[in-house]
């Protein structure tokens, strides 16, 4: 059996080009990310003020309305938003800090339009992306995801979408783009350099429908968990900076950045949301696993490295929600919990992978 | 928050109560299981329990299950993989007896693995079942009434309207009913409606973390009553499912012999296919088993195809396909001339282009004189050759250009002694090796239907052909259906607690001196969502349609204008 006809060496090169092309892209609007928090004004930052009450912004009142909201960009999957806020809803105890910050731009409108074009360019990107992977898959006649690089990429993919389409959603997340397109150059970046390996047939080991549905919920889930990962961070260095405040040591050098992030509360509500929601689907991957497992090796679950890694990272996420839920552990230790559950996450492809050989050696790597 | 009365409440209870008492602190914090005080045994296992059954406890039990569970990924299991730890155990010579003592070579059946496991069910079970019982008291009793001061909610509208307080409340009461909310109407005293909704979320709850308990009894059905067992069976070769036929079976603890089921198969041909060209040559595209197989004896037999991720299903055993390899066909011949075995002999792959070693045992060969003088060969199968500067190899799986390369020795294989023998070893302790006039081993490098003669007329081999073998695991495990209801219960559970809201909604309504009445509409969600601000705003607008505030009305209790933002 002769793997590769032209036509599928063509599309596979076509896919190479569509990668490199988006790696290009992503670096542009990553720049342009960068430059709107540079430019961005430094000004008064905190929306949230006890004297004005109009400009109230609780997070009920800023998405409590959303069904009603118009005027939006769409074009450029912009945030900008007309808002008119529920009737019922009340202000929120002011915090002189625990307001939203005003986002990247901050109230200069110069960064704000930076702050579009870095949009704009991350969907291009997030669309020539998708063709590489696209072809990839074509070029090979199966899901490209059989291994590291195509795991890789499609992994990067489903966190630039994660970030898009909360954009998309209408959530005021474009503070976001800086860490998001930061890592998905990174694993883009490390997926090309080093884990590349030219398109190929899978292991009859793979040869599996299960593949699809294990390995696509499993990637959702990672591009999800990802996001929440970021967010955990942004959340746990606002809150550091709303603690240092608070405590009366001045608003300290990196005020200018910290001030323009939402309030640390929000961002532990969006972390949360972002963990409740993928969570069963994460389950839902390891269970498919487990009966991939079974019609493939006759046991469902054996402690292969992988499986028991999958099992860790289920564990990790599951007392993340119990931490939620419990007083004590609320805010930082669950924001650390949940950044722990992302990297065994993480640790599970790249460690698991490259360190630990087991049933599930298929990454592709040259093997010494 | 697991202990009983505070379960279900306490969510609401510290968003109700703290705006208006001012205890927030008191009600956000743990519920600490109260320090035993002398109360002797009886306190003191009181006192372990609650602290078992707190939350904060199974927090801490999951993160150590998560940790305990790492150690068996890094270290090389006994079990799965007894050769990397046999391997593992030479390399660390100082370490193995440490881990060996702390069980890290065998660790999801260590004690303390099951410890924390146990512990957490144990944690589990003391949860579940208060839960349980308080749920179903939440169940049978009327939405909570209304909080005092429904404006210190968070989600709140007030206004005034002159109308009929009974037809408000009534009004009220039907909307909620028509949302789908349990409604109950308090007329009398305070002239209020409550409404509560999502129950789902907390049976949703009950049944994803009583599912987990399905899980943890298939888990141990199946390694009490599971059998699992390899075969490595010829082209053209029969296989029934009794012990005995087994090259290696692992029952459960539990399992008894008369649970296998009386099937057989004959493995009818195998065929792989490997990949010709690219960066993954000799990668294998497809393996596939053609077996013929009868469900009892003397049962009607039917035509199979195994595959890998393809097993067959007989009778609730599921024959799975594991590996294969080649079998060189060969003739031994004697010092006599005589046929002294004949066969095809199984060599095993030790890589992936399928580099076979593998053993041919003569033990009843006659030597010129007459006299009993065993004939055993050992060496390499490859199935292309290569001769590099390693030695000989394979450097493709599929038989392009087969070589068989045969070292020999005659004496006595040791066959009789009783003592059990690894037919794919040769043991050469009491034999001795052929040479060559120079003293060298005697090899020699063979393509089919070529022959090997033995120095000094001790017999000859001639290499006839190539079969393939195929090896299979058959497993049975009685608790798979249980496995897969649970998690299936488990899944939905989970989304049922993870994506149901909860929440309260009450509507109150004051009589006021003028003759008219103060309409107060208020929602409570513990989750703190958007869409329970919607709600109760949807609902508020569709009450004040129907009984408006007179023009008359205070501005700043009614409804705030539009109000513009923008926002980034
Ligand atoms: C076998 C170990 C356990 C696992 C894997 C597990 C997993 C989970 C998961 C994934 C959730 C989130 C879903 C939700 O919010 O309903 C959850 C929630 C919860 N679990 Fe567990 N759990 C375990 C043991 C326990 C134990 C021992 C307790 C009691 C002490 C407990 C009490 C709770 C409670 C009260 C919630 C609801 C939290 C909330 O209100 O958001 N769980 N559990």
Redesign the interface.
């Known amino acids: 059996m002769s793997g590769t006809s032209l036509a599928d060496q063509n599309l596979a090169q076509l896919a190479n080009w569509l990668m490199y092309s988006a790696i290009a892209v992503y670096l542009l609007a990553f720049v342009a990310a960068c430059a709107e928090w540079a430019f961005g004004s430094r000004g008064p930052g905190i929306r949230t003020s006890a004297a004005s009450p109009a400009k109230q912004q609780t997070p009920v009142a800023r998405t409590g309305g959303r069904t009603r909201s118009a005027a939006v960009d769409g074009a450029t999957g912009s945030s900008t938003q007309v808002l008119a806020p529920p009737a019922t809803a009340s202000p929120e105890p002011a915090q002189a800090l625990g307001g939203d910050g005003t986002g990247a731009a901050g109230d200069s409108p110069k960064a704000d339009l930076v702050g579009r074009i870095a949009v704009s360019l991350t969907v291009l990107a997030l669309l020539l992306h998708s063709g590489s992977v696209l072809a990839r898959g074509l070029a090979v006649s199966r899901p490209p995801w059989g291994n590291m690089y195509e795991f890789s990429t499609a992994f990067a993919l489903m966190a630039s979408a994660a970030y898009v389409g909360l954009l998309a959603a209408r959530k005021p997340v474009r503070w976001l783009g800086v860490p998001v397109l930061f890592s998905v150059l990174l694993t883009l970046g490390l997926a090309v350099s080093v884990l590349y390996v030219d398109s190929a047939q899978l292991v009859p080991a793979l040869h599996s429908y299960w593949l699809w549905i294990h390995v696509s919920a499993a990637i959702i889930s990672g591009g999800v968990f990802h996001t929440a990962a970021v967010v955990s961070i942004l959340y746990l260095v606002r809150d550091r900076w709303e603690r240092a405040v608070a405590a009366g040591h001045g608003q300290g050098r990196g005020a200018g950045l910290w001030r323009r992030l939402p309030s640390s509360r929000t961002l532990d509500k969006l972390a949360y949301r972002l963990t409740g929601l993928v969570f069963p689907l994460w389950t839902f991957a390891v269970i498919a696993g487990a009966v991939w497992a079974e019609a493939a090796w006759g046991r469902y679950w054996g402690w292969d490295p992988k499986e028991t890694w999958a099992f860790i990272t289920w564990v990790a996420y599951a007392a993340y929600l119990h931490a939620r839920a419990t007083a004590g552990w609320k805010g930082r230790r669950a924001a650390v919990l949940g950044l722990v559950a992302f990297a065994t996450f993480v640790f599970n492809y790249y460690g698991v992978n490259i360190l630990i050989t087991g049933l599930h050696s298929y990454g592709g790597l040259p093997t010494n | 928050?697991c202990q009983t009365p505070r379960v279900a409440t306490n969510n609401f209870r510290s968003l109700v109560d703290s705006p208006a008492r001012g205890d927030a602190s008191a009600s956000?914090?743990?519920p600490k299981a109260d320090e035993p005080k002398g109360l002797g045994p009886a306190g003191w296992l009181r006192w372990a329990w609650r602290s078992l059954t707190t939350?904060?406890t199974?927090?801490v039990l999951?993160?150590l299950?998560?940790l305990a569970?790492?150690p068996?990924?890094?270290v090389p299991?006994e079990g799965?993989q007894p050769a990397q730890a046999a391997d593992f155990r030479e390399r660390n010579p100082d370490l193995a007896p440490v881990l060996d003592r702390l069980g890290f070579f065998d660790?999801?059946a260590s004690p303390w693995f099951a410890a924390v496991y146990l512990l957490l069910f144990v944690s589990l079970a003391g949860c579940i079942v208060p839960r349980t019982r308080q749920y179903v008291r939440t169940l049978r009793s009327r939405p909570p009434a209304a909080p005092s001061r429904l404006?210190r909610l968070?989600?709140?509208?007030v206004w005034t309207a002159c109308c009929d307080r009974g037809e408000v409340l009534l009004t009220a009461a039907d909307l909620l009913r028509r949302r789908r909310f349990r409604v109950d109407v308090d007329m009398e005293g305070d002239g209020s409606v409550s409404g509560e909704k999502g129950y789902l979320r907390e049976a949703g709850n009950l049944v994803f973390h009583t599912a987990l308990f399905g899980l943890l009894i298939a888990?141990a059905v199946g390694s009490l009553f599971g059998t699992?067992g390899q075969k490595l069976v010829l082209e053209g070769d029969s296989f029934t499912n009794t012990v005995t036929q087994y090259d290696d079976f692992t029952p459960g603890t539990l399992a008894s012999a008369d649970s296998l089921k009386p099937f057989g198969f004959q493995l009818k041909g195998f065929s792989a296919?490997?990949?010709?060209?690219?960066?993954?040559r000799g990668?294998?595209?497809?393996?596939v088993a053609r077996l013929n197989y009868t469900e009892r004896e003397g049962g009607r037999a039917r035509d199979a195809r195994v595959?890998?991720?393809?097993?067959l299903e007989v009778d609730g055993s599921?024959v799975?396909l594991?590996g294969h390899g080649y079998a060189p066909v060969v003739t031994v011949r004697d010092g006599k001339g005589e046929v002294a075995w004949q066969g095809p002999a199984a060599f095993l792959p030790q890589d992936s282009n399928l580099t076979s070693v593998g053993v041919i045992k003569a033990p009843d060969a006659l030597d010129r004189k007459g006299k009993r003088d065993g004939l055993g060969f050992s060496g390499l199968f490859l199935p292309t050759v290569q001769l590099t500067s390693n030695g000989w190899q394979s450097s493709f799986p599929a038989t392009d250009d087969p070589v068989l390369v045969l070292t020999a020795h005659h004496g006595d294989l040791g066959m009789d002694s009783g003592q059990p023998q690894n037919v794919y070893q040769l043991d050469s302790t009491r034999m001795t090796q052929f040479r060559e006039a120079d003293g060298s081993p005697f090899a020699q490098a063979l393509r089919p239907g070529d022959r090997m003669k033995l120095p000094g007329g001790a017999g000859s081999l001639t290499f006839d052909g190539i079969k393939q073998w195929a090896s299979f695991?058959?497993?049975r495990?009685p608790s798979?259906a249980t496995?897969?209801w649970s998690?299936v219960a488990?899944?939905l559970g989970?989304?049922a607690s993870?994506?149901v809201r909860r929440r309260r909604v009450w509507v109150r309504v004051e009589p006021m001196q003028s003759g008219r009445v103060r309409i107060a509409?208020?929602g409570l969600d513990p989750g703190?969502t958007?869409r329970t601000?919607?709600e109760?705003?949807e609902l508020?607008?569709e009450l004040r349609e129907r009984f408006p505030a007179p023009r008359t009305a205070t501005p700043d209790v009614n409804?705030?204008a539009?109000?513009?933002?923008?926002?980034?």
């Not at chain 2, 296919?273 to 993954?280: D, N």
């Not at chain 2, 595959?307 to 097993?311: A, G, I, Q, R, S």
């Open positions: 928050m956000d914090s743990e939350m904060r199974a927090l999951l993160l299950l998560a569970a790492v068996g990924s890094l299991q799965r660790v999801y404006d968070p989600q709140h509208a888990l699992t296919t490997y990949q010709r060209g690219g960066p993954q990668t294998a595209s497809s393996f595959e890998v991720n393809k097993p599921k799975f594991v695991q058959i497993a495990n798979n496995a897969l998690s488990m899944g989970l989304c993870l994506f509409v208020a703190g958007e601000a919607e109760v705003a508020a607008d409804a705030p539009p109000l513009h933002q923008e926002q980034k």
